[in-house]
Each structure stands twice: as C-alpha cells, then as structure tokens.
C-alpha cells in the first residue's frame, strides 16, 4: 500500500470496507459519458470466473517478463481497473496492487477483490492519480487510455507514476493496421451502430448490446470456429472477423459487445502511434505483442 499523496474528497464506506474518491467533478481529460456508461458496464458484468481471468490475462501478459515481478517488493497500479479482474490477475505476482476508477464500477471492483487482501480500490481518474511520482515498480492500464480525450497527456500522467526502470503495460483498440480491407468496412458499419446505441437508455443499450452479442458476433464466432475444425493445423480462422473470441464464453462476448457498443468514445492508432506515445511519455525497450488483443505494448521507464 502505498500513501496517498492527494486528500480525499470522501471516504465512501461499502460493504465493510471504505474507498477513497478523489473525483472532485472538475476533472480534465475525462468523457464523463463513457464513464458513466463503464459504471453502468461494470454493474452488470460484475464477476468473472477465475479460468477466464486466467486465460484472457495470459494473453495481455504474454510479453511481461516474468522476472520483473517480486512477491516481496513489486508494488502496482492498475489505472482503470473497472471490475478489478486484472488487479486480481496480477495481485498473486506482486506485493501490492493499488488500483483506480473514476466510475461507480470501484463498488463491482471491492466486491469481485475482496477476497484478495494486496489490492485497494479508490475512485480517482487520470487527472488525479492519489499517488506519489516514481513510486510504482509497474503500472498497467488496460482498455483504458483509448476511452479518454487525450490519450497522449494520459500515458504521460501514468508514466510519471513509475519509477525509473520501472514497466508500464498498455492496451489500446488498434486501427485494423494489421487487418484485410473488409475489416475496415466492417469497423465503419459497427461505428455508425455505436454512434447512436451508446446515446440509448440504459436498457435499451444493454438490449441492443445483447443482440448484437447474438446476431453479430456469434455468426463470426461460429464461423471461425467451423473454419479451424475444418482445417485444425491452419490458421486460416484468423481470416474471419472477430476471430478473436473463437475461445471465449459468451458472457465475455456479451461484455465486449456492450464495451464496443455501449460507450460514446473510443479511438484507434496503428502500432506505430502506440510506439511513438510510449516513447514521448518516457518509455523504451517498447514491446509490442504480435498477439491479440491489439495493441498490447510493455515499455520500461528510462533514466
Ligand atoms: C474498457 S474499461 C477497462 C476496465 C479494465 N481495465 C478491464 O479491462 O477490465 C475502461 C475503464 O476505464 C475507465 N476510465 C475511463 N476514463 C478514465 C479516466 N479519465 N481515467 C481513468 N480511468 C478511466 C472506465 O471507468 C472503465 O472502467
């Protein structure tokens, strides 16, 4: 744990256990409509199995060295952490893992963590992360920074938190840089669908979402998963869209449609925008995984 270096606007008692907020409501570099809707999110999709945290966070840290983490001395930040799953994930290879949402989705986070005793939740945004410069040996945000106005200054605040020498690991939605044209085409329809179902009610957004979950992206799904039956020791499933969620449940299908859909801001930046930020917010050695999800980089803090 590690201390606070801003005072709380409030302390929020929950369930038990109190969670520090430092939203002051005047935040800069925040789309308080998508955090809103990420409250909303992660309401709903509150809990997660523990082979599915397992398995989707192996993919986020398949270029983490594992020797960078020490169960002694390894203290993390999580930024964005929404539901905590991957403060959890990562809380077993660390000593300690603060983790930060701006969004009502720090309740979902306390109650999915509590049986972790090496994570503390608070409510704080980019703007104000409660903690000392230099102070994390690493910091992650993943699907976070894309979500907010600036992503640039963002990554420059989180890394200014990390200790030289220290890792930072993000995931940023990708441009499709790497994608067939008919991805392209397929991203532009969905754009237009977001638009306008990310302004819904609630519930109408969370129907919408669910049937797009069913209609849009089981028929890829079940395509690509007909395709490497067919063909086990090709790759040519990796041809059809959302290829990606071959081996997901549904309930995370469900989830990334509503993530997709459901929230009014998101951008996209080619693997050589998420270098060129990584090296402008301080970063070097910059990995950037071959693997989806896309982009997931790690970078180490130079001196
Ligand atoms: C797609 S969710 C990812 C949550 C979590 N990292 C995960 O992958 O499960 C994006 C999260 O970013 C948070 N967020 C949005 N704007 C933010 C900001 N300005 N500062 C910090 N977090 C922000 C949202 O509240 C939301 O929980």
């Not at 060295?65 to 539901?83: H, N, S, V, W, Y």
């Not at 209609?215 to 040519?236: C, D, E, H, I, S």
């Not at 869209?241 to 995370?252: E, G, M, Q, V, W």
Request: proline residues 5%.
């Amino acid at each position: 744990m590690i201390n606070y270096s801003l005072k709380p606007i409030q302390n929020i008692v929950y369930n038990g256990k109190i969670i520090s907020s430092f939203i002051t409501g005047k935040e800069q570099n925040i789309d308080q409509a998508t955090v809103d809707a990420f409250g909303e999110e992660w309401t709903k999709f509150a809990s997660f199995s523990n082979s599915e945290i397992q398995a989707a966070g192996d993919e986020y840290f398949d270029i983490v060295p594992p020797q960078i983490f020490d169960k002694e001395r390894t203290i993390a930040l999580d930024l964005g952490c929404g539901t905590g799953r991957w403060a959890k994930y990562l809380a077993s290879k660390v000593k300690f893992v603060e983790a930060i949402d701006p969004s009502k989705a720090v309740f979902s986070a306390v109650d999915f963590t509590t049986d972790v005793q090496n994570i503390r939740i608070s409510q704080a945004s980019v703007e104000s992360i409660p903690f000392p410069d230099e102070s994390f040996d690493f910091v992650m945000s993943l699907g976070v920074l894309h979500h907010v106005p600036d992503t640039q200054e963002a990554l420059n605040k989180l890394v200014k938190k990390l200790k030289i020498g220290g890792y930072c690991l993000i995931y940023l939605y990708y441009a499709l840089d790497n994608r067939p044209f008919y991805y392209k085409g397929l991203f532009y329809i969905s754009n237009f669908f977001r638009w306008w179902i990310s302004r819904l009610p609630n519930s109408l957004k969370k129907m919408c979402c669910d049937i797009i979950a069913i209609l849009g992206y089981m028929p890829f799904v079940v395509l690509a998963r007909f395709v490497k039956k067919l063909f086990p020791t090709q790759k040519y499933y990796e041809k059809v869209p959302l290829f990606y969620y071959i081996n997901k449940s549904f309930h995370i299908i469900r989830n990334d449609a509503l993530d997709r859909f459901g929230t009014p801001l998101e951008q996209r930046f080619t693997k050589q925008e998420v270098i060129k930020m990584m090296e402008n917010a301080g970063l070097a050695d910059i990995v950037v995984s071959p693997h989806m999800p896309c982009w997931h980089a790690i970078g180490k803090r130079k001196k």
